[in-house]
């Protein structure tokens, strides 16, 4: 498997990515500690180089304890911190409801870098990202905290989720970003307008959620009871009936191209956006080893630009009810 390079900051990561979130948020109860660091170790072995984290990945279990997400990576790569690059968050924390509070002010920034290094057991955050653009600070203001933390050493570069255009290019201007981390699946292609621009500056794409939450492996039914509490799944639109009903044509073409390229639903939809773009990087999330496994062989599997082509033709014809993010308040 060819690495990739991620954005011009002079580090190389696999084609797929870690998604560690799962661990302890979003998916149900937190997956119990040891447990949890013994899998993340596993997937290092599997061949994942590349974790992505986010300060605001905690949940708490049912007896009461909470989960951080950085602690589970951190103890993970303990020995091999220099063999893997950790991609951490910040300015996102969660109200009661799900909800988002968003603060990227410099003050802010500062506190969550400490607060991560030390959760992540390490002097060094390898790729830091705004989790979410905070309306109330310009994206010089945060590009010029970003460049000072780079300057310290305790990041080495740093990017943007859930960026616009505009955004990324006014941020890029005052220190230039290594990577946005945005929405991407085969029934999320509303950010595709930006891929001129990570061309044009050098900057990688990494696809969150790359399979629709799970969806697109087609493993999930109508019926399925999403286990736990904090299961964001259990609300999401893509898993009721109706959007089961949106995204038959979609499951079917999944099916028929799987079975010819002798693969998975999923890994046809990951390997769909590897063969794309050079710069893309999925990093979906599991807690179970045999899907890490097959989600990782989606690098190894070739799509051709005509066969990409035909399917984003497709898909093109076609419109889905998909979770599409937070509100903020
Ligand atoms: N920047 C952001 O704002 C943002 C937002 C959301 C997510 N993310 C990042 O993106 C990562 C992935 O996103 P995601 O978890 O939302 O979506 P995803 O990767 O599309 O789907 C993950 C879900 O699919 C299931 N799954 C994974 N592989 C599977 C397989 N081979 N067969 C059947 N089911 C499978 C997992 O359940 P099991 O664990 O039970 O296998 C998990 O619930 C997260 O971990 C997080 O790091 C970032």
Redesign the pocket.
Known sequence: MEKRKLGASGLYINPVG??????SH???DPTEKSVAVKTLREAYEIGYDFF???EA?TGVSPDGTVSYNEELVGEAVKGIRDKVVIAT?MG?RHNEDRSLRLDSSPETIRKSVEGSLKKLGTDYIDLY?Q??IDPKVEPEVVAETMAELIKEGKIRCWGI??TTEEYLRRAHAVCPVTAI???Y?MMARWHESIFPVCEELDIAY???????????????TPSTKFEGSQ???ANMPQYTEEGYAKAKDLLDMLTKLAEEKNA?M??LSLAWMINKKPFIV???????I???K??FESGNIVVTKDEIAAIDAKLDTMSFEVFG?HRAK
Do not use: W
């Open positions: 870690l998604g560690c979130m799962g661990f979003a998916s149900g992505d984290t986010a990945y968050k996102v990202y989790h979410r989720s859930e981390e945005n929405r699946s990494v696809a969150f959620s790359p399979m629709a939450n799970g969806f697109l492996t087609g493993k999930y299961d964001y799944r998975t999923g890994q999925p990093i979906p999330g599991s807690r179970k045999e899907r890490l097959e989600n993010g």
